[in-house]
Each structure stands twice: as C-alpha cells, then as structure tokens.
C-alpha cells in the first residue's frame, strides 16, 4: 500500500474540506435486493404498463432487472446481491429458513453484475414456483420470522468492505404493510420488537435500508403500521414518503444507461492573482464527451485479450529502437533533430501556473472563442489557507461587473490562454443545476481562427441585407418554434445509446436488439401545425419571393466554364460507348475511371471505390 | 498542390519611424517563411521595402520615379535564403510612401505571371501610414487609388495591409493618418482586401495569418427550418487549433556513411495473446474488437456492428429556437462551425440574414441537430448564435457551437459558498479590494481591446519556430526564452500593474494568505500546515477573526479537551524527535484511561477517535509497536468485560491492527489484521 501522506488524514472528520465533499466520495456501491417473495405478492396485481395487469413479483423483478442492466454500464464496479424471502427452499450462509440468496455461477454471492447474472434473472419468473417456491415465512405458532432472517442474511452480505469506501444499502421490495398481522398479541409485540432491532443494528453498522412499497389500486401500501419504524420515518418526511416511492420505482426501471464518473480533481494548480498572492484551485472536468468504452483486441478464435506490443522499427537497418529516439523535422533541405526533452522545455510556460493577465466586459467573450471543452475551477484552502476567501470575492466581482478574467494557463502539455467565467450557484428544488465557481475557456490564437466568411465578398455590391418586414416574417416563425425551457444537455447521445442496447443485446444473446428512441429527432409533429406552417409559408415567400425554384437557382457559378466543357465532353463521349458490347467483350476495363463514373452517375450507383469495384458494379447492374 | 501555390509580395515600411516596431516585423515575416519552407514550400516570394535611402526597382529604372524603394528580393520559391533575408532588414532613412510600393509589388507581380494565377496573387502591406504620399501628376490621390484598385481586381489580386499605429505613432499628423486611412479604404471597395490596425508589438505578431489553411467546407446542403423551410448553407469551420507540428521519429541506426538513410522510424504494432505459454502474434484478419460489458468483454466484429450501429440520415435540421440565456457558455464542446448562405445565392443570402437578425433581435438562438455527411456515425446537437456583419460587404452570417450530450455532463455537487465557515468569506473591505481590482486590471479600456484572440500569437509555437531556424543554423542550440513581446501574453502587463500599484497594494493588505509553496509535501508539512488549517476553522466557527494570526501553540501535554489535536500538535514539533514519542505515549494512555471510564452518551466515540488518529500517527512514523500492542490490550479488555459495541465500532472503520504491507516493522500479516476482530465477533442471539 503505498503511503500518501495527503491521504492518510483525508477522512479525518475535522478536515474542513472532506466534510462538504463525503457524501459523493465513497466510491462503490453495494446493494442487497430484497424481495418479498410471499404468495401476496404474486396474488396481488396492479395494471401495468401496457394496461395488462402484473403481480407485484413482477413489478419488482422487472424494476432491479432494469436497473442492473443500467447499472453494468453507469457504475459496473458496484456490487449487488439478490435475496428473496418468504421462500419455500433456504439457501444463504447462514442456512436460516425462508431465505434464498439468487445467484449464477462464477460469482459470489455480492458482487459486480455479470451478463449471466442478468440473463438468468430475466427469466427468473418461469423457474421461482419450481426452484424457489413462494410460501408465507411468519405464520401464527411459529417461530420463524422470515423478515427477520432476511435483514439478517442481507446485513452479513454487506459485510464485506469498509463504510468509508462503499455505500451500503438494502433495497427492500414488498406489499405487505403489516408482516406481523397474523401473530397474537405477545408474539407480535416480540418479533417486531426484534425486527426492529435487527434492523437498528444494521443501520448502526451504516447500512441504509430502503423500503419500496408496493400498494393495491384499491388499498394503499400503510407506512405508518409498520415499517415507518424500522425505516426511521416520522413526522413531514412520512408524509412524503409515498408519492417519492413510487416514483422512485419509476426511476429505476427507466434510468439513462449513462457511464458514471466519480467526482475526481483533475488537477490542482497555482492561480497566481498577483506577485506574491497565489491561491490554490482545483480542477474538475464537468463536461467531456463520452465514448463507448475501450475497445479491448481479442484473438476471435479463443476469444482472449490480445496484448498490444509496440515497437519501433529503423526503417534504414531493421534494427528495433529501445531508447526514447529523437525527434526530426525536415527543413530547408536538412533534417533538424530535437530531443524530446527540448520539445518539452519548448512547451514549458509557466508550468502548472494560471496567471492573471486582467479582466474584460463579457461581450468580448464572442462566441466563436472556443477550442476545446471547458474546465470547472474551485478553489480550496487545504494547501493555501485564505485561497477560499479571495476565490470567493473575485467571483462575487466577477458577476457584479460582468467581466471575465482573462489568464495564462501553463498546463504542461498544452499552454494556453483562457477566459475564466464566473458560475452563480443555480438551484432548482433543492438540486444543485450548476455549482458555484468558475469556468476556465480556452481561447483561440490568431492561427486558429480563420476568416471564411470574407472570402466571398461581392466585390462591385454590398452583400444583401434582409429587410424590415423580412425580419418581422422571421421573427414570426421563430415565435412559433420556440422552445420555453431548453436544457442544453437534455438529449441522450442517440449513438450512444445504440451501442450500449447492441451490446446488451449481445452479451445476453438476445434475439432482437431493443429500439432506442432518436431524442435528437426533430419534432415532426410540431412542425406540421397549421400555425407553423404557414408562419413558414410566409416568410418563405418573403425572402424567396414567389418564383423561387431551388434547383435552378442552385450554384451556378459554382462549376467555372471549363470544367463544365470538360465534363460535357465526357458525358458525350461516354453516352456514345456500347456498355453492353463492351461489357460482354471484356473491354470494361480499357476505359478511364472517369467514363466509367459516368454510367454509376447516370443510374444512381455509388462511385466510390477502385476501378475493379466500379467495373463489378457496372457488370451486376447490368445482370451479367 | 500546385494548383493552391500563393504568389506573395511582402511591402514593408522600413522608413525611420517605423524602427521600433521592425524587429517584430522581422520576426513575423520570418516566421511566415518558416512555416511556408514546411506547410507549403512551393510557395513563391517576393520582398519589397520602402523608405530606404536608395531605390532599386524596375519601374524607376523604366519609367523613373518611385524612389526610396527597393526590391530587396525578387519573386521566387520560398528558401533558407529568404528567411536570412527577412531577419535582416535594413533600416531606412527617409519616410516611405506606401502607395509607390504597392505599384511596384503589383508591377512585379504582372510582370512575372502576367494575368495569370487569379485568386493567389496577394499583396502584403506593412507600414503605420502616418506619411503623406506624393500627389499624382493628374487627378486626386482618390482618383490614383480607384485607378489602381480596378487594376488589381482586374488582375485578380488581393491585398493585406497591417497597420502599427498606436503607441508607436503618438505625435503623428492626425489629418495625414486619417487621409491614409481612407486611401486604404478605398482599397477594400474596389477589391479582396483586409486591412487591420494594431497598437501594439505583440498583436503586430498576430496580425498576419502565419499559415495559409485553403477552406474546405464540412457540409453543404439544407439548413432545414421546417419542412417547408429550407435554406441553402455551406459550413466551414471557424476556429481550429493549430496544433504543434508533429515531429517525425529519428533513428540513428543507419551509419554515417550511408548517405541515403532515411533515417525514418517505423511505429509497428503486435498484438499478442497473453495467455502466457505461447508468445504468438495474432494476426490482422483474427482479431476482433471486444467492449466491456460488466466484467466480461463482449466481441464485435465489424460486420456485425455496421448491420446494426446508429445510421443518422445527412442533414441540418432546426429542432428549435430557446432564448440564449438558456444556453451556458461553457457548455461549448468543440471549435466552432461558420454557417454562410450559398455563396451567390442572394435569397438564400437574403433568408440567412432575416433569420439572423431576427433572432438577435429576440435574443434568441437555434438549437440544430446536424449530420453532415452521408455514414456518419452520430449525430451532432448545437446553438446557432446570429454573427450581423458590421461590413456592408460581407454577408450575415451563423456560428455553430456543438453541445454536450446528457451522457457527457457529470453532476458533480460544490459546496455552495455561503456555506463555508465566516472566516473564508470576504468582508466588505476585501470584496472592495476585490471589486477595484476586476475594474481596474482592464484589458479593454474604451474599444482598445488587448490580447484579441485574433491579434494573439501562439507563444508556444513561435518559440518551436524560432527554435527550428536556429537549430538549421547551430545543431546544439538552447531553447530561446520568451522575448519581451511573447512575455506579455503570459505575464501581466508590467505598465498596466504598475498604473495600478494601490488596488494590488490593497489587495495584499485585505488578503492573507498562509501558504506552502512546494507542490509536494512530506508528511511532516502536512502536519503544520494542517493545524494551522484547522486553527482558521474552529475560529471561524467561533469568533471571527481573534485568532487568525496566532502562532501555533506549543502543546506539551495530551488534555482532556480535544486529544486528537493535541496529538497531531505534538506530533508535529520537530524541535525534539522526544515529542513523537512522547505523544504516542500520551495518547495511548488517553485512551485506556477513556475505555474504562467512558464519558458521556457517545460511549466509546472518543475513545475511537484517538485510537484512528494514533493509528495514523504511527503508520506516517512507521512505529507499529506500540498501537499493535494497545489493541491487543483493547481487544483482551473487552473479551473480558463482554463489550461488543468497542469491537464492532473498531472493525467498521477498518481500526485493526497496522499490518506488515502499512508499516515494515509490523510482524502482523494483512490477513491477520483483517480477522482480528472477526474472530472476537460475539455471534448475533437468534
């Protein structure tokens, strides 16, 4: 174990900074489902989705089944375990009745999720009556209590771990408000008093159990009668229970399968405000394109991992190249050799440091001011004490004057300057939308911004202009596709999307790869309105008048005269040619590719490709 | 290749009172060379100046006149030669007159390609025209200009003027300035003309595009509003980085006497099963891609993958306007798009205009969903902001800025500030401090904008650049430092801060701060700074302010009050290694003597807490002994007594016994440390 100083106090209760942050700093998840597995519950229904009414097993198994799909491609490092009680057959650790812990080969009992563990589980309804059964676990004269093993066996699975690194929780599945009903008084008063204290122990351990309820349309699931106290409901938040449950249930079955990322300081660096007054910052990534995951080579006949070697070949004698091998760049007829080491002291700039340079109006913050995404900044007085304070105060500034800071950045691989913006805090319902801070932009050289727009210029006239009753016509079809609450990331990535349902697909041997919905899809309906259409229809014949037909209009200077000529020739020429003499000949091939193209573009072929494939295209197109 | 070679002359101003600024000249026409020599090295040249004590051109020859300006070279393929030159300009005598040079880059230019080239023949004009040129023999200075732009439009040319005014050009004659300047002007009515202005040395190294990137459009097609509503568009990228030159790698195996070496190195890659026993390569055809699904690799192949993946049809479509406040600036991805209407298509030209303006009107933008080719794999998700063109000759145009998907925004939460303790938010004087600063530190006084991304070198690559020319001249040259010109794009400007000495001066008297200024510190460091660290807080908590300052106390002994601290104070005076000791020592007794007397509700909480902190007291000083020993004792204690809680309190937060893998001198293994409480572990009552 290697020895970080820094981190060895990190989860000291006294260090300022890790009481704000630990609630998103355990790192791993563990979930024991637990499911009521009781005759209630397959004999109650409610309706379903498609109006079909389901039993509540169905409901619940459908919901983590879902949610473990979501879960093997968002958080795959976590662990779950499934648990079932008020079962006929026992199968847990501690042989204790009623229990049965659900599990697949080549896995323990709580652990990460795999295809196996999924696919067995989808069909798990056709195999429980057999394998599992389904039989009440408390009954009057008996000593037994199910839910009591079940806490029980769902506790000694988590404990494995520490709390400060994992999460622990128990989801507990159920319709039965009132699992003691059917006891007498004294043994009643006795299991529950034991219940609650399994679970009390539990919790002491930091486990958190939640409940989700399942109610009848006709009678509602009674919090109050039972579990609000093995829970720890009471007062307002009993009262909000129900409604957030159900929604809760809703929220597991349809989550984004989305890749999640612990909260992690890309790095810490110096802002350095003046000559002597540098305060420390960290650096997080908020915003990054996300990619389908690494691909990892396998041998596709054994289906192992293929390691990638790589090695440097001298191109002159063959010999393999241990050392680092400098670099070259061929100039003015020679080749100038650079070490590696230069090329970084080239790119080294005030390394690790962003530097105040000033601050601007944000209007001059233009739009096309932009590279790459950008970086959140937040500071932090665990090096420099007082860094906090002044952070905090140049914010407040920042967003009073509305100006932006400008800096020098010598991140080491790529120095650039940036716009430092400053973030309010926005919360909507308690939910943080955008946390306090800054964002650091990264701005664009000289180089990299380029003038295309002024290089077609109509020299002899200004450039047209639209009118006044152009732009009212615009403005009117604007109003009318106009989108009141736009959040700028509210579209899952389509593409994304599909690749994550191929592989599911694929890894659970599914027949047919699930449908994901284009969000990204323009709202055809909407367009279609009346309205909208004739907004459009108006400003239409506005700006393109009543004549307007777009093919003719369409890049006429485009193709200069002699190309034109040349291709007019060609055409000529090609239409001449026999293809079907030609063809049954063998003389395909004396022609250029250009004629060849001509005959793909006269019937719609792709041309792409090299002449062979042309020529095979022409043949089969022609049926021979 | 060919067909894009640019014709080049380069006017330069060496007139006296344009010596300040010549330097930078020098360096930014070499640098332009330098990268020609690499990106585009057929590329011809050729370099005019004005203002010299001499003339040497062939029009003076010819027709005479146009004095003071001579060809220092004539057009040619760009060499080593050139850059030489262009380091080396000399210095003129006598004030130039622009509008002579540029007859005389033009005349040069006809003559050697006569009307030829259309398009790549390009004029550029370096000067800080504040000298009156001559008077024509007949007409107006206007009348000459207009004569002589028809001509260069006529002749397919372009112009560039750069114009150094500014600082460098205070006590010029205002009426002669402004005359130039209309001149110029006329330039831009009659013909491709760009004329910029900068003030400074360091926009001046900015002000030429360097690299001559020909444009390729991304799309051309339908920007589709509606069904119904379609406009032609071509998309060009606005802004992309210039990336540092890819360096090739260099072998020295070949020997010198090989005069033919490439001396190329090739990049081979093997893949190579791991299995261990057989070191065979795999070869192309038997691969297979395979993605993690959980912990399994699921295999795709690439068939399989192109029957099912994601086919988005080619198209721009508008999935809606939304007021531009919604969309946050930093939620930018990418470079960003330029959307201009078909060139020459005056109603496309006309509806991407009425659009535009329209949405700047409302303040309103377009979120696009784009494709921009037929097989792409995803689609694309942006704003289109409206860019109105401040030049009666350039159309309207759009900016496209792409999106983050939801699977790209990771939902961290920040501690909002006001819930930071009192001491870390700014009293009202150090928000004053604050406010004059961001005021005052102005970077855009009154339109004079600094430091324009569009005026702005890339220090990094001019450094490379300059590097490269003198590594062709001597091999074993040291990196160049930054001159004076790049530093003022990293540091602040040294004129600006010094104008502003009080608001940084009150800055450092409102502000304070405690810091460590090595990045990397050993425990110990981490030890004081983080009792001066908690010092702040708990007088944050407390009184504000009363003790911000205070050294550190000397802590000679554990007390009752707060032991972990004490703990961690001694720890910490370095002034006798006896205190390491010392406290170890107190603290274990502290927290016997708290296992039998528990204090308060929290029973053992206490207790807990100082058994972690001598637990992590002992693994940075590497002494396991002497808390391997106290928990034994804690361990036979509650076997004893029959506690359960202790135990269970000590095991859920990992507090057993330092193994061999934490601290060298522990004879405790991992395992042993794990079980140590388990084996103890009272079996729950059924």
Redesign the interface.
């Known amino acids: ?1 290697g ?1 970080d ?2 981190d ?2 990190k989860d ?5 900074d890790n009481e ?2 630990q ?2 700093e355990s790192s791993k998840e563990y979930v024991v489902y637990l499911v009521d597995a009781s005759p209630k519950m397959f004999n109650t229904t409610c309706p379903g989705n498609d109006q079909k009414d389901e039993t509540h097993f169905h409901t619940s198994v459908s919901c983590i089944a879902g949610s473990l799909k979501t879960q ?2 968002s958080r ?1 490092y976590d662990e779950v375990a499934i648990c079932f009680f008020n079962t006929r057959e026992k199968k847990n650790l501690q042989d204790l009745n009623g229990v049965f812990v659900f599990n697949v080969a080549e896995r323990e009992h709580l652990d ?4 196996r563990l999924i696919k067995e589980f989808d069909c798990i309804e056709e195999s429980f009556m057999r394998e599992i059964g389904s039989q009440y676990g408390i009954v009057p004269g008996s000593r037994e209590n199910s839910l009591y093993n079940a806490l ?1 066996v769902a506790q000694a699975l988590l404990r494995k771990g ?3 690194t994992a999460d622990k929780r128990i989801l507990l599945f159920t319709n039965e408000d009132d699992p003691f009903g059917s006891l007498q008084d004294a043994a009643k008063k006795d299991m529950t008093r034991t219940t609650l204290q399994r679970a009390k ?1 539990a919790q002491d ?2 486990i958190s159990i939640e409940l989700l309820p399942l109610s009848r349309p006709d009678s509602e699931f009674n919090v109050s009668t039972f579990y609000a106290d093995l829970i720890g409901l009471d007062g307002e938040d009993l009262a909000q229970f129900m409604p957030s449950a159900s929604q809760k249930l809703e929220d597991m079955k349809d989550q ?1 399968r ?2 999640m ?1 612990t ?1 992690r300081v890309v790095r ?1 660096i110096e802002f350095h ?8 910052l960290n650096t ?7 990619v ?26 063959g ?1 393999l ?1 241990q050392e680092p ?14 070490l590696p080491e ?2 970084a ?3 080294r ?2 390394p ?1 440091k962003l ?7 944000l209007s ?11 970086t ?1 900044v ?1 500071p932090s ?10 952070f ?7 967003l ?2 509305k ?1 932006f ?2 800096a ?1 950045y ?1 991140a080491s691989s790529h ?1 650039q ?1 940036v716009a430092l ?1 400053a ?1 309010d ?1 926005i ?1 909507s319902a308690g939910a ?1 939308m ?4 800054m ?1 650091m ?1 990264y ?17 002899e006239e ?5 009118d006044e009753d ?6 009117a ?3 009318r ?16 999307q ?2 994550y349902a ?3 697909a ?2 659970l041997a599914e027949d047919d ?1 699930p449908e ?1 919905i ?1 969000e ?5 309906e909407g ?2 309105r009346p309205a ?2 004739k907004a ?2 108006a ?2 014949l ?4 009543d004549s ?1 037909d ?1 093919e003719s ?6 193709m200069s005269e002699a190309s034109r000529k040349r291709k007019a020739i060609a055409e000529n020429a090609a239409k001449d040619y026999d293809w079907g003499n030609l063809a049954d000949k063998g003389q395909l091939k004396n022609l250029t590719v250009g004629d060849l193209k001509v005959y793909l573009n006269a019937h719609n072929l792709p041309v792409s490709g090299k002449k062979e494939a042309l020529i095979s295209r022409i043949l089969t197109h022609m049926g021979k | 290749m060919a067909r894009n070679k640019e014709k080049l002359v380069l006017l330069l101003d060496v007139g006296p009172s344009m010596h300040g600024v010549l330097s930078e000249v020098e360096k930014l026409c070499s640098m332009l060379v330098e990268k020609k020599l690499i990106f585009s090295k057929y590329d011809e040249l050729g370099v005019v100046v004005f203002g010299t004590e001499e003339s040497n051109n062939d029009l003076t020859t010819e027709v005479g006149g146009y004095q003071n300006i001579t060809v220092l070279q004539d057009i040619k393929v760009v060499d080593g030669d050139l850059v030489d030159t262009l380091q080396k300009l000399p210095r003129g005598t006598v004030d130039g007159d622009f509008l002579d040079a540029i007859v005389v880059g033009m005349d040069m230019l006809i003559k050697k390609y006569k009307d030829l080239h259309k398009g790549k023949k390009r004029l550029c004009l370096i000067t800080n025209a504040i000298h009156p040129i001559k008077d024509p023999f007949e007409g107006s200075k206007e009348d000459q200009v207009m004569t002589i732009a028809e001509q260069m439009a006529a002749q397919g040319m372009k112009i560039e003027s750069i114009v150094v005014r500014g600082r460098f050009s205070r006590d010029a004659n205002k009426g002669v300035m402004d005359e130039n300047d209309h001149l110029l002007s006329i330039f831009s009515k009659k013909t491709h003309t760009r004329t910029v202005y900068v003030d400074t040395p360091t926009s001046l190294l900015g002000a030429l595009k360097t690299r001559r990137v020909t444009p390729v459009t991304v799309f051309r097609g339908h920007l589709e509003l509606s069904p119904q509503m379609k406009i032609k568009v071509w998309v060009y990228k606005k802004t992309q980085e210039e990336k540092f030159p890819t360096l090739k790698k260099y072998s020295e195996k070949a020997p010198a006497s090989n005069k033919l070496a490439t001396h190329q190195v090739k990049v081979s890659y093997e893949y190579k099963s791991v299995d261990g026993y057989s070191n065979s390569v795999i070869p192309p055809e038997q691969r297979i891609k395979g993605y993690r699904y959980g912990p399994q690799v699921v295999p795709i192949s690439t068939a399989e993958w192109d029957a099912v993946k994601f086919k988005p049809e080619k198209g721009i479509k508008v999935l809606g306007f939304t007021d531009a406040s919604k969309i946050k600036r930093h939620c930018y991805m990418k470079d960003v798009y330029l959307f201009i209407a078909e060139p020459g298509n005056t109603r496309a030209t006309l509806a991407v205009s009425a659009i535009a303006r329209a949405m700047k009107e409302m303040n309103a933008v377009a979120i696009l969903r784009c494709v921009w080719r037929q097989g792409q794999q995803n689609v694309v998700v942006g704003v289109l902001t409206p860019n109105i063109s401040q030049n009666d000759k350039i159309p309207d145009s759009f900016y496209f800025n792409v999106l983050p998907f939801a699977e790209d925004v990771r939902e961290y939460q920040f501690p909002s500030f006001n819930s930071f303790p009192a001491s870390w938010q700014p009293n009202d004087q150090q928000q004053k401090a604050a406010d004059e600063l961001v005021q005052m530190l102005d970077l855009a006084p009154s339109g004079k904008e600094a430091l324009l991304p569009e005026f702005t070198p890339n220090p990094v690559l001019e450094r490379f650049y300059r590097h490269l020319e003198l590594k062709a001249k001597q091999p074993d040259a040291a990196v160049p430092p930054l001159d004076e010109t790049l530093k003022k794009i990293i540091e602040p400007d040294p004129e600006l801060v010094a104008e502003n000495k009080s608001v940084f001066d009150a800055l450092h008297r409102h502000f304070e701060l405690k810091q460590n200024p090595k990045l990397k510190k050993s425990s110990r460091q981490w030890y004081q700074e983080k009792q001066s660290g908690s010092n702040a807080h708990v007088s944050g908590g407390q009184a504000v302010n009363s003790i911000e300052n205070q050294p550190p106390v000397k802590i000679e002994k554990i007390g009752d009050l707060t032991p972990v601290q004490d703990f961690e104070a001694m720890m910490s005076q370095r002034d006798n290694p006896e205190w390491v000791e010392k406290a170890i020592k107190e603290l274990r007794e502290k927290i016997l003597a708290l296992l039998i007397h528990p204090d308060g509700e929290d029973k053992y909480q206490k207790a807990v807490e100082c058994v972690a902190a001598l637990r992590k007291g002992c693994i940075i000083e590497q002494e396991p002994g002497p808390y391997n020993d106290l928990m034994h004792r804690i361990r036979q204690y509650c076997e004893e007594k029959g506690i359960k809680s202790l135990p269970q309190l000590l095991a859920s937060r990992d507090l057993t016994l330092i193994s061999k893998s934490e601290a060298e001198d522990s004879n405790v293994t991992a395992e042993e440390a794990r079980s140590f409480f388990v084996k103890m572990e009272p079996k729950p009552d059924v």
Request: hydrophobic share 40%; net charge negative.
């Open positions: 174990m020895l100083p820094e060895v106090f000291e209760e006294d260090d300022p704000f942050f609630q998103s093997i491609i795959s990460r999720p795999t295809a029980w520490s709390i400060k122990d351990l930091g984004l989305k890749r990322f909260k810490r405000i003046a000559n002597g007054l540098s305060i420390a997080y990534a908020l915003i990054r394109p996300t389908p995951g690494a691909i990892t080579w396998l041998d596709s006949v054994t289906n192992h991992p293929l390691k990638t070697e790589r090695s440097l070949i001298c191109e002159d004698t010999a190249i091998p400098k670099l070259f760049q061929p100039y003015r007829n020679e080749n100038v050799k650079f230069e090329i002291e080239i790119k700039i005030s690790g530097r105040l340079l000033g601050f601007k109006p001059c913050l233009k739009d096309y001011y932009n590279l790459r995404p950008s959140f937040y007085d665990q090096e420099v004490v007082g860094s906090t304070c002044i905090i105060a140049l914010h407040r500034s920042m009073k004057h100006r800071a400008v020098y010598g120095p300057l913006v973030q805090e919360t943080q955008e946390p306090p801070g964002h932009i701005l664009p050289y000289s180089d990299d911004i380029r003038d295309d727009e002024e290089i077609f210029p109509d020299t200004d450039a047209p202009r639209a152009q732009i009212q016509k615009a403005a079809l604007i109003k596709i106009y989108v009141k609450d736009f959040s700028a990331f509210q579209f899952a990535n389509p593409a994304l599909r690749h191929v592989l599911q694929l890894a790869i994901t284009d990204t899809a323009p709202d055809e367009l279609t909208v259409v459009a229809e400003f239409k506005s700006v393109y008048g307007y777009e209009d369409m890049g006429k200077e485009k």
